[in-house]
Every structure is written in structure tokens, then in C-alpha cells.
T-cell receptor
Framework: SQQGEEDPQALSIQEGENATMNCSYK?????LQWYRQNSGRGLVHLIL?????REKHSGRLRVTLDTSKKSSSLLITASRAADTASYFC???????????FGKGTTLSVSS | EAQVTQNPRYLITVTGKKLTVTCSQN?????MSWYRQDPGLGLRQIYY???????DKGDVPEGYKVSRKEKRNFPLILESPSPNQTSLYFC??????????FGNGTRLTVT
């Protein structure tokens, strides 16, 4: 089934460094979304990029979308310890009745 | 404050004892959905509802029931819980074609 797959599975960096996470998906989409989850808590929506957009910014977040490669990346600049969380990409299924989530990238930012 | 409220936050029960996890949203969203999250399997959709009295199965509906008698509420019912339903459950809601808002989750243990 259509699904986003994040890469890497885990990422450890120092505060102040940039963190880049990648997502690949299988079929055509009309949008791709990124979510963040703090340990054991609910997911929080970060950013949505539509299929006709190539790049989108929100604060320290930068998301790119390459529909020809069926891939997206999430860049967090100047990471902080508070950015420690799991990050998921998600794409709507063909019927538009569900978001299909990848398994996530676990980001650890140490001070 | 706009939010999705799930209760209880933690639940330990025994096999076969019926239980209900409640979910309520105050954003007047048409769409609501239940997901379960398991290590290595990610988030999987259990059931969804496009509006009042309209519910449908997601990817893993076996052993679950839902109802949508009012727009704000979408309870998840386990008629006869089994240990393989031990999981972290999330309720989510959204307006049409918009990002999901998640509850804080219900951690269920079935012994």
C-alpha cells in the first residue's frame, strides 16, 4: 500500500547542528505531511506540502518535495534539545480516507 | 483551546472484559479516526468516520467497534479484548482535506 518510509531510522546530533530526515513514498500524491511525536504522546502536525510545491518553510523547518523521485526531506536547522522526538511523514491514501504514516525517524539532540 | 481529548490515558484490563476508550473533539471536525501504534509496525488505522453516522473500516478493524452518534464524539469499543490488542491508541480529527489533530493517546494493556 502507499506508504512513506523515513530514513534514517535514528539520528543523533549535537545542539546547533542541522538535522535532515528523508521520506520516500510509492504512488502519486496530492500532498505530503510531516508530524512530530514526543515520546508516548500524540502526533503534532508540523507542515504540509502540496504536490505542486517544491519547498516550504516554517520557522526552523524546511521541507522539500520531489515528485519525480517520490521523495521529501525535512530539515531542522540549529537543532535544540527540545527537538528530540520522532518525526513521521504521511501521505493520504488514494481514497482520501486515511493518512498513511511511515515508521518514523527518531531524532536525539544532545546539549 | 482546540483539542482532541481521549480517556483514559492508561488502561490495564483482562482478556474478555469489554472496554470503551472515549474521544471528543471541540473543533467541529467532520472527520475522525482511530489509529494504533506498535513498535516496528508504526501507526495503523483502525476505523474512521467521515461524518455523523458514517463509519468505515481502516486497515486493522478486527476486534474493534466504533460509533459516531454526535459530531464531537467517536468512542472506540473493544467488546472482548485480547492480549494482541495491547497497544498505544490515538484518536484524531480533521476538517476536510486538512491536517490531523491527535489526542494524547491511550496506552492499553490486556493481560
Amino acid at each position: 500500500s502507499q506508504q512513506g518510509e523515513e530514513d534514517p531510522q535514528a539520528l543523533s546530533i549535537q545542539e546547533g547542528e542541522n538535522a535532515t530526515m528523508n521520506c520516500s513514498y510509492k504512488t502519486s500524491i496530492n500532498n505530503l505531511q510531516w508530524y512530530r511525536q514526543n515520546s508516548g504522546r500524540g502526533l503534532v502536525h508540523l507542515i504540509l506540502i502540496r504536490s505542486n510545491e517544491r519547498e516550504k518553510h516554517s520557522g526552523r523547518l524546511r521541507v522539500t518535495l520531489d515528485t519525480s523521485k517520490k521523495s521529501s526531506s525535512l530539515l531542522i536547522t540549529a537543532s535544540r534539545a527540545a527537538d528530540t522526538a520522532s518525526y513521521f511523514c504521511a501521505t493520504p491514501n488514494q481514497a482520501g480516507t486515511a493518512l498513511i504514516f511511515g515508521k518514523g525517524t527518531t531524532l536525539s539532540v544532545s546539549s | 483551546e482546540a483539542q482532541v481529548t481521549q480517556n483514559p490515558r492508561y488502561l490495564i484490563t483482562v482478556t474478555g472484559k469489554k472496554l470503551t476508550v472515549t474521544c471528543s473533539q471541540n473543533m467541529n471536525h467532520e472527520y475522525m479516526s482511530w489509529y494504533r501504534q506498535d513498535p516496528g509496525l508504526g501507526l495503523r488505522q483502525i476505523y474512521y468516520s467521515m461524518n455523523v453516522e458514517v463509519t468505515d473500516k481502516g486497515d486493522v478493524p478486527e476486534g474493534y467497534k466504533v460509533s459516531r452518534k454526535e459530531k464531537r464524539n467517536f468512542p472506540l469499543i473493544l467488546e472482548s479484548p485480547s492480549p494482541n490488542q495491547t497497544s498505544l491508541y490515538f484518536c484524531a480529527s480533521s476538517a476536510y482535506n486538512s491536517p490531523l489533530h491527535f489526542g494524547n493517546g491511550t496506552r492499553l494493556t490486556v493481560t
